[in-house]
């Protein structure tokens, strides 16, 4: 089974376990710019990091879009 590594946290999961950010996701894909300037959102995230993100704005506004 091919491996994975998030390009975000760096952990290796199963290839299945990823996820693309989709043009709606805009919001989170800033954020995760921000932090790591070198990642393509192509590349896509692990869960664990698309759920971080998204808590991590849970103090803004964005939470009524989701
Ligand atoms: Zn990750």
Redesign the pocket.
Known sequence: MEKYK?P????EMEHDLMVFLKHTDHHIIDIILKEHPQWVHGDG??R??LDYYKKSMGHTSYMDEL
Request: glycine share 12%.
């Open positions: 998030c975000v946290c760096g952990e995230i692990c664990e990091c």
